[in-house]
């Protein structure tokens, strides 16, 4: 990430670019949801579209990671009418991506 910043900050394109696939080539269904609820994600635009296009090309596999059910129980119990959002569903329904298609 250090050397996209580095590219990103000195407008070196190339070098970004190079970066951006390197840090794409680490992300797995297990680590790309804290990856986009993390820094990068958030000031750097170009990370966070790589990063939601990974998540959608192996949402069931993110959906079903415990990474992911850890991450949404954690963000449930912070709503106030979270078990409700828990409740059964056809699996159709659950699989839904949460984002555009």
């Given at each position: 990430?250090?050397?996209?910043?580095?590219?990103?900050?000195?407008?070196?394109d190339?070098?970004?670019?190079?970066a951006?696939?390197?840090?794409?080539?680490?992300?797995?269904?297990?680590?790309?949801?804290?990856?986009?609820?993390?820094?990068?994600a958030?000031?750097?635009?170009?990370?966070?579209?790589?990063?939601?296009?990974?998540a959608?090309?192996?949402?069931?596999?993110?959906?079903?990671?415990?990474?992911?059910?850890?991450?949404?129980?954690?963000?449930?119990?912070?709503?106030?009418?979270?078990k409700?959002?828990?409740?059964?569903?056809?699996?159709?329904?659950?699989?839904?991506?949460?984002?555009?298609?």
């Amino acid at each position: 990430m250090e050397v996209y910043r580095f590219a990103h900050f000195y407008n070196i394109d190339g070098l970004a670019s190079t970066a951006l696939n390197k840090i794409a080539s680490g992300f797995t269904p297990s680590n790309i949801v804290d990856k986009l609820l993390g820094d990068e994600a958030a000031m750097y635009p170009e990370v966070k579209k790589v990063m939601m296009e990974y998540a959608k090309a192996w949402w069931i596999q993110v959906h079903e990671s415990k990474e992911f059910q850890a991450t949404l129980k954690g963000i449930v119990e912070l709503n106030p009418h979270g078990k409700s959002m828990l409740s059964p569903r056809p699996r159709e329904r659950c699989l839904r991506l949460p984002f555009g298609s």
